[in-house]
């Protein structure tokens, strides 16, 4: 088996043995093969190549991380994407989060913080041939109010509370994950859905530990 095949089989492993608390035992075959077809191995830091297709979140600079594949693989999942959606992520960071929803949803608009890193993606996901992404340097807690509504937002650094911004810009029957809690302690990956008449509905998936969310000032 090589490298990338033995992640999936160890995420599908880590659903099943998480299933519990997340609801969700298996990925949806699309998903699945999104997580094959993208290759983590180009949104790595220079020199990780190597541990591309280890389970693990790999520093990508700037004090930050490229996301757990088996995070990526169950937030992504839990969002229900479809072909047509359009979907919002937080915290562009190696674009390879964004590349996967890339390969589910009609459009992704993303935002990131940290203009190197947003550079960065860019590249990388030029570079892999991606040409629905819209990316935006900038404070994603204020959601890209020019293109919402959307159906899917997916943010992945952890906020102490839910971004106002966000659950606004969320379209009638959208879903949302985002960690919520204190910097790099106890925090907990929610699940929000937005229902056809607007009321919101929140569930907690699992804890988890993500780097945090900023308000755009970085020092
Ligand atoms: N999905 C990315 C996760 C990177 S870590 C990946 O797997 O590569 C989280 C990212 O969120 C970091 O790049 C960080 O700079 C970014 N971030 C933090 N606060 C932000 C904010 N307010 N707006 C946009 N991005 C933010």
């Keep these: 088996m090589d490298a990338r095949e033995a992640l999936l089989s160890e995420i599908a492993r880590e659903m099943r043995e998480t ?8 990925l949806s075959p699309r998903v699945a093969a999104a997580l094959a077809k993208v290759r983590r191995a180009a949104f790595v830091a220079p020199g990780s190549e190597r541990a591309a ?4 979140p790999l520093p990508i600079g700037h004090h930050q ?3 757990q594949p088996f995070v990526v693989a169950l937030m992504t999942d839990l969002l229900d994407l479809r072909p047509g ?7 562009t960071g190696s674009g390879y989060q964004t590349a996967i929803l890339a390969e589910l949803a009609g459009k992704v608009c993303s935002i990131e913080v940290i203009p190197e890193l947003a550079a960065g993606a860019a590249a990388a996901l030029a570079g892999q041939g ?10 994603g807690g204020l959601g890209w109010p020019e293109r ?8 992945t650094a952890a906020a102490p509370d839910i971004p106002s911004a966000l659950l606004e810009q969320l379209g009638l029957e959208g879903r949302m994950v985002i960690p919520v809690g204190p910097p790099h302690a106890d925090q907990e990956l929610l699940l929000i859905a937005k229902g056809a008449s607007g009321s919101l509905t929140q569930r ?6 993500f780097v945090p969310l900023t308000h755009g000032v970085r020092d």
């Design 65 to 67: 991380t490229i996301s």
């Design 85 to 91: 959606d359009t979907v919002l992520e937080v915290g």
């Design 53 to 56: 297709y280890e389970n693990r």
């Design 130 to 139: 991606y040409d629905t992404i819209e990316l935006r340097t900038g404070d």
């Design 148 to 155: 919402a509504p959307f159906e899917a937002i997916i943010v």
């Design 19 to 26: 299933a519990r608390w997340t609801g969700r035992a298996t």
């Design 204 to 209: 907690v998936v699992l804890p988890v530990a």
